[in-house]
């Protein structure tokens, strides 16, 4: 499975941002997908998950009511719905792929979000 990430960009305090995991290779409709960002100087942290069916989400404290994890399996494709950003949010997000929530085996190459204040 390959991903593609893509979406990210420069924007102000309090804008939006749609992310974009596109796979290739395999069908995604199997795997458990997710978010995660790694901010300068920090370690890779979870940021959002869902299941394969989508039914199931799961989010961390700090982006809890602000972002939103979606997937259209016929496309392929997770999404990851970014509003009322805040400087904190700035890292590079990785979309990932995996057998279950704790266990991911594909991983996308990144994609630069900065909030500026």
């Known amino acids: 499975v390959q991903l593609q990430a893509s979406g990210g960009g420069l924007v102000q305090a309090g804008g939006s941002l749609r992310l974009s995991c596109a796979a290739s290779?395999?069908?995604?409709?199997?795997?458990?997908m997710g978010w995660f960002r790694q901010a300068p100087g920090k370690e890779r942290e979870f940021v959002a998950g869902?299941?394969?069916?989508?039914?199931?989400?799961y989010y961390a404290d700090s982006v809890k009511g602000r972002f939103t994890i979606s997937r259209d399996n016929a496309k392929n494709t997770e999404y990851l719905q970014m509003n009322s950003l805040k400087p904190e949010d700035t890292a590079v997000y990785y979309c990932?792929?995996?057998?279950?929530?704790?266990?991911?085996?594909?991983w996308g190459q990144g994609t630069q979000v900065t909030v500026s204040s």
């Open positions: 990932g792929a995996g057998s279950s929530r704790y266990t991911y085996d594909y």
């Open positions: 869902i299941s394969w069916s989508g039914y199931s989400t």
């Open positions: 290779g395999r069908t995604l409709s199997s795997y458990f």
